[in-house]
């Protein structure tokens, strides 16, 4: 429980997170996400670490938001920081074998290589 609320911590003192960024920590806004969506909101915005709510979405485990913004058309493909994409964190992690597929199925390149020279590969 303390790693939890100490991940929740750090995410709300970003910069540059924004309301799509919050929404994607927490269960039951589905609706709310589907309403930011659908007034225009820019689903790319990078938080001050370069993640975009997938990211967020993935690391939160919320994987009916994550469907939601690679539906919506968010980039699988986007790097953090690090150089790190969506589909390195999910092969990093046990139980994200949903996460991997849909990525996958979204176009993520399993050839990005993050700042290490690792692809989700390796």
Same mark, same amino acid.
């Given at each position: ?66 469907? +939601? *913004? $690679?539906?919506?058309? !968010?980039? /699988?493909? #986007?790097? %953090?920081?690090? =150089?790190? @994409?969506? &589909? ?13 597929? +849909? *990525? $996958?199925?979204?176009? !993520?390149? /399993?050839? #990005?290589? %993050?700042?290490? =020279?690792? @692809?989700? &590969?390796?």
């Amino acid at each position: 429980m303390f790693d939890f609320l100490k991940r929740i911590f750090t995410y709300n003192n970003n910069t540059n997170f924004t309301e799509l960024h919050s929404l994607c920590i927490d269960q039951g806004n589905l609706s709310k996400i589907q309403d930011l969506i659908n007034s225009g909101i820019n689903i790319e915005q990078k938080d001050n670490k370069g993640r975009t709510a997938l990211f967020i979405a993935l690391e939160f485990g919320n994987f009916e938001y994550f469907k +939601l *913004l $690679l539906k919506s058309n !968010a980039n /699988p493909n #986007i790097q %953090d920081e690090d =150089g790190v @994409t969506c &589909l390195h964190i999910a092969n990093s992690s046990s139980g994200y074998a949903d996460f991997k597929e +849909l *990525l $996958l199925e979204h176009g !993520a390149d /399993p050839k #990005i290589k %993050d700042k290490h =020279g690792k @692809t989700y &590969l390796m």
